[in-house]
């Protein structure tokens, strides 16, 4: 049975994640917060799955709002202390502004169309206070071309087993990881997670067009300019208007 995204990944993606430092990742997003904002700077996240990533910021910064497309990820987060809200990050259903906005984890690369990319570059740019920071993650073809031929993971969690096959198409820039996922009742499904390969000039061209300064294009995890060989890029953007 097909199904949509997350929603049966949800229940073991921690699981499947378990290696990722989440609590480095987040200091890296805090020193780049801190660069521009002060401490009652008020945060919005999007692509918040888990929660993993707010349970470590939402500590710094207090005034903090979590956001996912996927209800099923955001009820696996076991913070109940975080303000959660299921929404498109396309169609931010906000009326207050916010001083940072900030994806992790290649979340915007799921907009698998350029007009989707250049609706969400709108909705931040509408939603960010005068000088607010918007910052996010992409992942590069450097990192896909790995995937070329496929690869795959296997694995059992909380009474669910699942493979995931990963899969990169050069010709259409689509990064593919399809899950084969049985649960406990011994019912079979599918999830296929697709993600655009973007090249970095098109991030440029959409900020310049939706009113954003590229502040900084790092490559990822470091505050070193983006190289050739990089495999993830990080943005940072200013509205200065």
């Not at 949800?10 to 609590?23: P, T, V």
């Not at 169309?113 to 993650?137: C, M, P, S």
Request: proline share 1%; glycine share 4%.
């Amino acid at each position: 049975m097909k199904i949509q995204p997350y929603e049966k990944v949800a229940a073991f993606y921690d699981f499947l994640m378990k290696k990722l430092d989440y609590e480095s990742w987040s200091n890296y997003i805090i020193e780049i917060a801190d660069t521009y904002l002060e401490k009652k700077a008020s945060v919005l996240e999007l692509g918040a799955g888990t929660c993993k990533i707010a349970d470590y910021i939402s500590k710094r910064y207090k005034n903090y709002v979590a956001t996912d497309i996927s209800l099923q990820m955001l009820k696996s987060s076991k913070s109940n202390s975080i303000k959660k809200v299921c929404c498109d990050m396309r169609a931010l259903p906000f009326k207050n502004k916010f001083n940072f906005i900030f994806s992790n984890f290649d979340c915007v690369n799921y907009l698998l169309k350029q007009k989707h990319l250049a609706q969400l570059f709108e909705e931040v740019f509408y939603l960010l206070k005068r000088d607010g920071i918007f910052t996010f993650d992409i992942s590069l073809e450097k990192n896909s071309l790995n995937f070329q031929t496929g690869k795959s993971v296997e694995g059992n969690y909380n009474g669910y087993s699942f493979r995931r096959v990963s899969q990169y198409n050069e010709l259409s820039r689509m990064h593919t990881n399809k899950f084969y996922i049985s649960d406990k009742q011994g019912k079979y499904f599918t999830e296929t997670h697709k993600e655009k390969i973007y090249n970095l000039e098109t991030f440029f061209k959409l900020a310049d067009k939706s009113g954003l300064n590229v502040e900084a294009c790092y490559d990822c995890f470091t505050f070193n300019d983006i190289k050739q060989k990089s495999e993830r890029a990080q943005f940072v953007m200013r509205k200065i208007n």
